[in-house]
């Protein structure tokens, strides 16, 4: 049974899902994943079950990785993470295109994404379990869609086109106001630059909400910092901000 604050996070992603499956995108953007779309029951079941509450912290993503949320759903969701730790699975249909170097394989898929790998291991680390991390906090990204290039390689969002780019931030902007909104956080933190920047545009246009912007590096093995005991970075990060105690 879906809560009232959850039944409203799920109606504003398939707003959000319909909205931007809707958008095209002009070179380099080769190929689009919409996951909310394709992947929708696990996406709602992991809604469902972990934004049922309202939230001390919201940890908000850039957008799907091709081996993680683009698989499973969920944001950050390598199978092993979303499937056994999470307690998260579902069917999985298709895109209706695919790069060949990235199919979608749903729960199937054994490629791990390491993002995702990083994070839910830092969370089980310092939560211990699923319900204790459930009732403390909630991870979403910014964007929904999954960008890929024609010869395969993946794109992040501020990678677009400026006005594609702002089309898409219209719609992905409205959802995040709706997640903090909705889950009343004291803490929205930023996963990467790009996501910290996003929290901090729409707190700026929400003046009644009482929420604090915090940040962490990007666990994505892009970001040469998140190779060198990323875990230790970003709980060193939290507990400086005061995010977390220890």
């Known amino acids: 049974m879906k809560s009232p604050v959850s039944a409203r996070i799920v109606t504003a992603a398939r707003m959000l899902a319909r909205e931007a499956g809707k958008l095209h995108f002009a070179a380099p953007v080769g190929f689009v994943y919409n996951p909310l779309d394709y992947a929708r029951a696990p996406h709602e079941a992991y ?40 307690g998260i699975s579902g069917v999985v249909s298709r895109p209706p295109r695919m790069h060949d ?13 390491v993002s995702g790998t990083r994070l839910w291991g830092l969370m089980r680390e310092h939560y211990g379990s699923a319900d204790a991390f459930a009732d403390d906090a909630f991870v979403s990204n910014y964007c929904p869609l999954l960008f890929l290039d024609s010869e395969g390689r993946n794109l992040t969002p501020d990678k677009l086109r400026a006005e594609d780019r702002a089309r898409l931030e219209e719609l992905c902007d409205r959802f995040l106001a709706e997640i903090i909104q909705s889950l009343s956080p004291a803490w929205v933190v930023g996963i990467g630059a790009f996501a910290e920047r996003r929290c901090r545009d729409i707190l700026g246009e929400l003046p009644d909400a009482a929420t604090e912007v915090g940040a962490i590096p990007h666990p994505s093995p892009a970001n040469p910092k998140a190779n060198r005991d990323w875990a230790g970075f970003a709980r060193g990060a939290l507990v400086s901000q005061g995010v977390w105690e220890r």
């Open 101 to 113: 170097k990235h199919p979608v394989q749903g729960y199937s898929c054994a490629r791990r994404e």
């Open 47 to 86: 809604i469902q079950r972990y934004a049922a509450s309202r939230k001390r912290i919201v940890f908000l993503g850039m957008n799907p990785g091709p081996w993680g949320m683009a698989q499973t759903g969920v944001p950050f969701g390598d199978v092993p993470s979303t499937r056994d730790w999470l």
